[in-house]
């Protein structure tokens, strides 16, 4: 991408000899909000520090806004972080944490107190600027580390995890709360998250890692109906994932043909439950398990394919433990997947 | 009989054992008696007026005091940095250092003292209140570095780096965001060590002279050659100081805290 404001160029990061992230290519554009997303281990937090500058790179380079900082210190680049724990200064006020870095700036007076002011009041804490953190709520902390970091003006704003602590009411709020802000500020941000439902709601853009590397990158609704691979597909709640061979499903029970022919180049097909069709088809499977989820139904199949989860309408009559039924895997409505394993 | 009825008892006892000694020192002192006795003969303040008159306690309360203070700052200046490493980075021989660190409080005193004597005074005509300093700054260490570490231990090492982030250099951040969190933790450490050093006696026996004195182990060379209340009398000073100094401590620091 020409466009591109972040950078990161066959970056490889490692902590002594193990390597966590290995040639890593990424480009973000200024505005964006991107997501980094996987599970633990991936790498993604890792690639974060390294954009903050608290990690060094064993190899490659990494560019914001026209220059090289991969060997720029983390307190000159103008790299926000907002920490998964908050990270605020326990013996300092809201209204102290949030001037910390514009004093380190040199600002005073007027100057400083407005724009600390403006910080606390737009995260919606002007009441509470006298307090210390340990007198404020996991959910109102966070904002003030979202104030804190957000009156330096940076130029990227990273984010550890920024929903996970929080219950599912604030949740909501918050992620409410960073649209706003990037809307409000166009400020570029990245955050790092494991829960794909997280990624989904909140980036415009998602990359998702694994063991080090980028799986794959795309739009939301590219990542939930295209997944690439496998993994992907898995990660983004595809629960039937078979690998092709010849055009045929490799399965426990062998090779099993399908009633159309499977994409050209595809390595695997994935099926949501959703995509199952049950009652008929060339298939036959016996219900082990079934749960209600108020619209849909779901079923645990056991079959030649091995076990088979299906979702359907609840209104539809249900199926007994035990008993047999048809279902089918509709190549149409599946998604195919460049890569297996 | 039953726990119940059994703990204030042993308790009580407890109490006796632990504040019995320090009360009878108290009533020795205010003795109008003319011999360190008990029960004391009489009442009056004499002794405790006397303690103030003689010169070679205000000599060796003074040496006490400097070794106290600055042993103690100097093992805070040491060990600060050095329990900031234990706590924050993983280093090769770090179990090693923690022991090592550890040593002077294992090791009995009176094996350092003859070790420094030994090795350092005698070979090289060591000045002896700077053999005295080092070895009153090797005691204290110890507490410093663990106290130290404690609080460090309560410390969330991500605010340094948000610090960082925030335009701080590493040591600005050590100053700015580490320094304000641990200073309970440091003011514990320097009472603690204060209190050890001051109450040092077998490291100081062996590198006292004529002339260089901690306070303690002039009390002990009063005492054999007068046997009069005034050594009571300062015993309860010297106590009623260090009580004082813990309460404060206590009252506002929440010293238990730390210790």
Same mark, same amino acid.
């Given at each position: 991408?020409?466009?591109?404001?972040?950078?990161?160029?066959?970056?490889?990061?490692?902590?002594?000899?193990?390597?966590?992230?290995?040639?890593?290519?990424?480009?973000?554009?200024?505005?964006?909000?991107?997501?980094?997303?996987?599970?633990?281990?991936?790498?993604?937090?890792?690639?974060?520090?390294?954009?903050?500058?608290?990690?060094?790179?064993?190899?490659?380079?990494?560019?914001?806004?026209?220059?090289?900082?991969?060997?720029?210190?983390?307190?000159?680049?103008?790299?926000?972080?907002?920490?998964?724990?908050?990270?605020?200064?326990?013996?300092?006020?809201?209204?102290?944490?949030?001037?910390?870095?514009?004093?380190?700036?040199?600002?005073?007076? %007027?100057?400083?107190?407005?724009?600390? $002011?403006? &910080? /606390?009041?737009?995260? =919606?804490?002007?009441?509470?600027?006298?307090? #210390? +953190?340990?007198?404020?709520?996991?959910?109102?902390?966070?904002?003030?580390?979202?104030?804190?970091?957000?009156?330096?003006?940076?130029?990227?704003?990273?984010?550890?995890?920024?929903?996970?602590?929080?219950?599912?009411?604030?949740?909501?709020?918050?992620?409410?709360?960073?649209?706003?802000?990037?809307?409000?500020?166009?400020?570029?941000?990245?955050?790092?998250?494991?829960?794909?439902?997280?990624?989904?709601?909140?980036? %415009?853009?998602?990359?998702?890692?694994? $063991?080090? &590397? /980028?799986?794959?990158? =795309?739009?939301?609704?590219?990542?939930?109906? #295209? +997944?690439?691979?496998?993994?992907?597909?898995?990660?983004?709640?595809?629960?039937?994932?078979?690998?092709?061979?010849?055009?045929?499903?490799?399965?426990?029970?062998?090779?099993?043909?399908?009633?159309?022919?499977?994409?050209?180049?595809?390595?695997?097909?994935?099926?949501?439950?959703?995509?199952?069709?049950?009652?008929?088809?060339?298939?036959?499977?016996?219900?082990?398990?079934?749960?209600?989820?108020?619209?849909?139904?779901?079923?645990?199949?056991?079959?030649?394919?091995?076990? /088979?989860?299906?979702?359907?309408?609840?209104?539809?009559?249900?199926?007994?433990?035990?008993?047999?039924?048809?279902?089918?895997?509709?190549?149409?409505?599946?998604?195919?997947?460049?890569?297996?394993? | 009989?039953?726990?119940?009825?059994?703990?204030?008892?042993?308790?009580?006892?407890?109490?006796?054992?632990?504040?019995?000694?320090?009360?009878?020192?108290?009533?020795?002192?205010?003795?109008?008696?003319?011999?360190?006795?008990?029960?004391?003969?009489?009442?009056?303040?004499?002794?405790?007026?006397?303690?103030?008159?003689?010169?070679?306690?205000?000599?060796?309360?003074?040496?006490?005091?400097?070794?106290?203070?600055?042993?103690?700052?100097?093992?805070?200046?040491?060990?600060?940095?050095?329990?900031?490493?234990?706590?924050?980075?993983?280093?090769?021989?770090?179990?090693?250092?923690?022991?090592?660190?550890?040593?002077?409080?294992?090791?009995?005193?009176?094996?350092?003292?003859?070790?420094?004597?030994?090795?350092?005074?005698?070979?090289?005509?060591?000045?002896?209140?700077?053999?005295?300093?080092?070895?009153?700054?090797?005691?204290?260490?110890?507490?410093?570095?663990?106290?130290?570490?404690?609080?460090?231990?309560?410390?969330?090492?991500?605010?340094?780096?948000?610090?960082?982030?925030?335009?701080?250099?590493?040591?600005?951040?050590?100053?700015?965001?580490?320094?304000?969190?641990?200073?309970?933790?440091?003011?514990?450490?320097?009472?603690?060590?204060?209190?050890?050093?001051?109450?040092?006696?077998?490291?100081?026996?062996?590198?006292?002279?004529?002339?260089?004195?901690?306070?303690?182990?002039?009390?002990?060379?009063?005492?054999?050659?007068?046997?009069?209340?005034?050594?009571?009398?300062?015993?309860?000073?010297?106590?009623?100081?260090?009580?004082?100094?813990?309460?404060?401590?206590?009252?506002?620091?929440?010293?238990?805290?730390?210790?």
């Amino acid at each position: 991408m020409s466009d591109a404001y972040l950078q990161l160029d066959k970056l490889t990061l490692a902590y002594g000899d193990t390597v966590a992230v290995k040639d890593l290519d990424l480009s973000i554009t200024r505005g964006e909000l991107v997501a980094l997303l996987g599970p633990s281990g991936c790498g993604k937090t890792t690639t974060m520090r390294a954009i903050a500058g608290l990690l060094n790179p064993a190899s490659g380079r990494i560019n914001l806004d026209g220059a090289d900082i991969t060997r720029v210190s983390a307190n000159k680049r103008a790299v926000g972080l907002v920490f998964q724990s908050y990270a605020l200064f326990p013996h300092l006020t809201v209204y102290e944490n949030v001037a910390f870095g514009l004093r380190l700036k040199g600002l005073r007076g %007027d100057d400083l107190d407005g724009k600390v $002011n403006a &910080g /606390i009041k737009s995260v =919606g804490l002007a009441k509470f600027a006298g307090r #210390k +953190p340990g007198e404020l709520s996991g959910g109102q902390q966070q904002r003030v580390a979202l104030a804190r970091s957000m009156v330096m003006e940076p130029k990227v704003l990273l984010l550890d995890e920024p929903l996970s602590n929080l219950d599912a009411r604030l949740r909501l709020e918050m992620r409410a709360e960073l649209q706003r802000v990037q809307k409000e500020t166009g400020v570029t941000m990245i955050f790092v998250t494991h829960d794909q439902a997280e990624a989904l709601a909140l980036a %415009d853009r998602i990359i998702v890692m694994l $063991n080090g &590397g /980028i799986e794959q990158i =795309g739009t939301p609704e590219d990542i939930y109906n #295209k +997944p690439v691979s496998s993994f992907v597909a898995d990660f983004v709640g595809f629960e039937n994932v078979f690998a092709l061979k010849d055009g045929k499903l490799a399965t426990p029970g062998g090779a099993v043909a399908l009633s159309t022919v499977a994409p050209d180049g595809a390595a695997g097909l994935a099926w949501r439950p959703r995509a199952v069709i049950l009652g008929s088809g060339p298939f036959q499977g016996t219900v082990r398990g079934t749960s209600f989820a108020g619209n849909s139904r779901e079923y645990l199949l056991d079959s030649s394919l091995g076990p /088979i989860k299906a979702e359907v309408d609840a209104a539809l009559p249900q199926h007994e433990l035990g008993s047999s039924i048809a279902f089918d895997l509709p190549v149409a409505a599946s998604a195919s997947l460049k890569r297996f394993g | 009989m039953s726990i119940r009825l059994l703990s204030p008892v042993v308790l009580f006892l407890l109490l006796v054992f632990l504040i019995g000694p320090f009360l009878i020192i108290i009533a020795a002192s205010l003795s109008a008696g003319d011999t360190l006795a008990f029960p004391p003969q009489g009442l009056s303040l004499r002794w405790v007026a006397k303690v103030f008159t003689i010169d070679s306690f205000r000599d060796s309360f003074a040496m006490s005091m400097f070794l106290a203070v600055f042993g103690t700052l100097a093992a805070l200046i040491l060990g600060i940095p050095a329990a900031y490493a234990l706590a924050r980075y993983r280093l090769p021989g770090s179990e090693t250092v923690r022991t090592v660190v550890s040593l002077p409080i294992i090791v009995p005193g009176i094996i350092v003292g003859l070790a420094l004597l030994r090795y350092l005074v005698v070979p090289f005509g060591f000045n002896i209140t700077l053999a005295l300093f080092f070895a009153h700054t090797a005691l204290v260490l110890p507490y410093a570095v663990r106290v130290v570490s404690a609080s460090l231990g309560n410390l969330r090492s991500d605010i340094e780096e948000a610090a960082v982030l925030l335009g701080s250099s590493r040591l600005g951040a050590f100053f700015r965001v580490v320094m304000p969190n641990i200073r309970g933790g440091i003011l514990a450490a320097f009472i603690l060590g204060f209190v050890t050093s001051f109450n040092q006696v077998p490291v100081s026996l062996f590198l006292s002279g004529p002339g260089v004195r901690t306070l303690p182990i002039d009390m002990l060379g009063y005492m054999e050659t007068t046997y009069d209340p005034s050594i009571a009398a300062l015993s309860a000073l010297l106590a009623f100081l260090s009580i004082g100094i813990v309460f404060l401590a206590e009252r506002f620091l929440g010293f238990s805290r730390y210790v």
